[in-house]
C-alpha cells in the first residue's frame, strides 16, 4: 500500500506538486495522465525514492520513505521499485543479459538461471549476448521490463514507456507489462500522454499544474 498525504514538491522558486494525496492499494495499475510538465515524472520519481519532497509523506507499507536517509532509500529502491523509462535506459555497453542481471548483482544475488528465465519470459530467448544497439527498440523496452521485474520488486513505475515506440510496439509493450504485472500481483503506476494506453490500468488519474483533478 502506498499512501501520499499532503505531498509538496518545489524546484527552486518553482511549485511543481502542490498538495497530491493518493492511496494506491498492493497490486493496483494505476495511469497517471498531464499535459507536459504538470509534475507526472515529478511524482514518479518521488515514489521512487529517486528525490526528496518539501512536505508530506510516502507511506509504503507502513513506513514513511521520505524519512529515510540515503542509505535506507538506496535498499527500498534497490528492493522494492522497478522503474521503466521512455527511452529504456539501459547500459550500452552491457549486453542484454548483463543489463537484465544488474538489480541482482545490486542486491548481492547472483542467479544466473533467473537471468535466462526472465529473458524467456520477455520473448527474448536467444539474444542474451546482443548490446541494446543490435536489437530494435521495442527490444529494448522488454529487456528494461525483464531488468524491472527481476528483483521481484512490489512497485513498478513506469515513466511513459511506450512513449519513443510505435503504436503496435507500444500496445505490445503494455500487453506485456500488464500480464506480468497481474501474474505477481505488482503495484503499476504508468505515465503516459496517451489515451489507448492509459486504458490498460484499472483507473486514470489526471494531474494538472501539480495537483490531482479527477479521479
Ligand atoms: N530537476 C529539475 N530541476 C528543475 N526543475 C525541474 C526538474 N525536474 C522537473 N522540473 C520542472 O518541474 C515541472 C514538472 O516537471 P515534470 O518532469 O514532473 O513534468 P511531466 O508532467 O513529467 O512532463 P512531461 O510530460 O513533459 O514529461 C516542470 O516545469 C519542469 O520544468
Ligand atoms: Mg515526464
Redesign the pocket.
Known amino acids: 500500500m502506498i499512501e501520499i498525504k499532503d505531498l509538496v514538491k518545489f524546484?527552486?522558486a518553482?511549485l511543481?506538486?502542490k498538495d497530491i494525496n493518493l492511496k494506491i492499494p498492493d497490486g493496483k495499475f494505476l495511469s497517471i495522465m498531464?499535459?507536459?510538465?504538470?509534475?507526472?515524472?515529478?511524482?514518479?520519481?518521488l515514489i521512487g525514492g529517486m528525490?526528496f519532497p518539501d512536505k508530506g509523506s510516502i507511506v509504503v507499507d507502513g513506513e514513511d520513505i521520505t524519512k529515510f536517509n540515503d542509505d535506507k532509500l538506496t535498499k527500498y529502491r534497490r528492493k522494492k521499485i522497478g522503474f521503466i523509462f521512455q527511452f529504456f535506459n539501459l547500459l550500452p555497453n552491457l549486453t542484454v543479459f548483463e543489463n537484465v542481471q544488474m538489480p541482482l548483482l545490486l542486491n548481492g544475488q547472483i542467479n544466473k538461471s533467473k537471468v535466462y528465465e526472465y529473458i524467456e519470459k520477455v520473448g527474448l530467448k536467444g539474444k542474451e549476448k546482443a548490446y541494446p544497439h543490435q536489437i530494435s527498440g521495442g527490444q529494448q523496452q522488454r529487456v528494461a521490463i525483464a531488468r524491472a521485474l527481476i528483483h521481484d520488486p512490489e512497485i513498478i513505475l513506469a515513466?511513459?514507456p511506450t512513449g519513443s515506440l510505435d503504436s503496435k510496439t507500444g500496445e505490445e509493450i503494455m500487453e506485456l507489462i500488464s500480464s506480468l504485472a497481474e501474474e505477481s500481483n505488482k503495484t503499476v503506476i504508468l505515465?503516459t500522454?496517451e489515451d489507448y494506453i492509459a486504458k490498460y490500468a484499472e483507473e486514470i488519474i489526471k494531474?494538472k499544474d501539480?495537483m490531482i483533478i479527477s479521479e
Open positions: 524546484y527552486g518553482q511543481v506538486l498531464g499535459s507536459s510538465g504538470s509534475g507526472k515524472s515529478t511524482l514518479l520519481n528525490d515513466d511513459e505515465v500522454h494531474i501539480g
